[in-house]
């Protein structure tokens, strides 16, 4: 009896903290979440605008919301690319990697989703200083752009360095050239910019003498601790963003959790951005591993 108090208790206070404390599920009848706009921005990535006015009035560069597509839909995290606090438009931009992001790019504008919970996490901790050079790999562009809009904002310096497999992957090149002072290209294959990853264009900037007070590096694990690799002997600042398996996305489950400094962090709450000198990446790349087996398993049954 003791044991059924105590769960339903923490069950209905966990449904209270997500749907009361927060205030950030501002669903009022269903058609809230309007799409506005649509682009897709290469084979396996698109862009959407939503219409989500508390989120857009409250969220900062750094913060995340989880979307559910339908009713029955699960709960997708996915960063704030851009907000619009005067058009109270979110936007979010997404790879199409699993059947709820399939079902996502398969709305039109005009239409609804039916839950965009948010401004979740910590905004992203940006400091005033003279140079910061943002290192982006793939779909992680998507974040960094409004931490580096943000800083060019603030009167700091910024460059970015963009890399993807190939030209194609590359996204949002122009809109970073519209406030930094230098976009580096990288492509694996070579079809754009430098041959080679984003670590081989930092070097490059780095052995000619650039000084960077500080790096933000935002993308797959493994470029985020190889980026650390260039930075950590020279002692350059570098924040990076971790998006672990997330569920809740509140603190509760514990889905999101990795280590930094020693210590558990929950990157929904304590991050998504984190020292990356103290982030224990090898642990954040085997739990990212642990999970393939259930994610392809609910991609076949959800398929059917
Ligand atoms: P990708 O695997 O195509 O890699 C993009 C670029 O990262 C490469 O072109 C290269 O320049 C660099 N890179 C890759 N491996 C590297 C290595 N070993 N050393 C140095 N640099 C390397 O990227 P993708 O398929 O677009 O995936 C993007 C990743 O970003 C996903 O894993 C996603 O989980 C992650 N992501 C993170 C966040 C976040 O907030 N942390 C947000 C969105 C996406
Ligand atoms: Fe559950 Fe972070 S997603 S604790």
């Known amino acids: 009896m003791a044991l059924f108090l105590f769960f339903f208790l923490f069950y209905k206070v966990k449904t209270s903290i997500i749907s009361n404390v927060y205030c950030i599920k ?31 009035n409250k969220c900062e560069a750094g913060q995340f919301i989880i979307v559910r597509v339908d009713e029955d839909g699960e709960r997708v995290p996915l960063t704030i690319a851009d907000y619009d606090r005067e058009k109270k438009t979110v936007t979010i931009i997404y790879q199409v990697v699993g059947y709820s992001t399939e079902l996502l790019s398969k709305k039109k504008v005009g239409e609804y989703v039916e839950d965009f919970v948010g401004p979740l996490g910590m905004p992203a901790p940006l400091h005033k200083c003279d140079h910061v050079v943002g290192v982006a790999g793939g779909v992680g562009a998507a974040p960094l ?3 580096l809009r943000k800083l060019h904002e ?35 294959d070579g079809s754009l910019g430098t041959k080679g990853f984003v670590t081989t264009v930092l070097q490059e900037l780095i052995d000619k003498g650039e000084k960077i007070d500080e ?30 398996v997330m569920i809740d996305g509140t603190g509760m489950c514990g889905g999101c959790r990795v280590t930094v ?12 951005d984190f020292d990356g000198f103290l982030v224990d990446f090898d642990e954040c790349m085997k739990r990212q ?6 994610e392809h398993e609910c991609r076949l049954k959800n398929a059917q």
């Open 26 to 56: 501002e669903k009022r009848g269903i058609e809230m979440y309007k799409i506005v706009s649509k682009e897709t921005l290469n084979s396996a990535v698109e862009l959407m605008e939503i219409e989500a006015p508390f989120v857009a």
């Open 289 to 294: 591993g642990m999970f393939k087996e259930e």
């Open 215 to 244: 790096v933000i590096s935002i993308g797959p694990l493994i470029m985020m601790k190889n980026v650390v690799n260039v930075t950590k002997p020279l002692d350059i600042p570098t924040a990076v963003s971790l998006n672990p």
């Open 261 to 272: 400094g020693g210590e558990t962090k929950f990157a929904c709450v304590d991050g998504p």
């Open 145 to 147: 752009y409004p931490q």
């Open 154 to 188: 603030m009167g700091v310096k910024v460059d970015v360095i963009i890399g993807g497999r190939s030209a194609e992957f590359v996204i949002l090149k122009e809109k970073f050239e519209e406030f930094c002072d230098n976009v580096y290209i990288a492509t694996d």
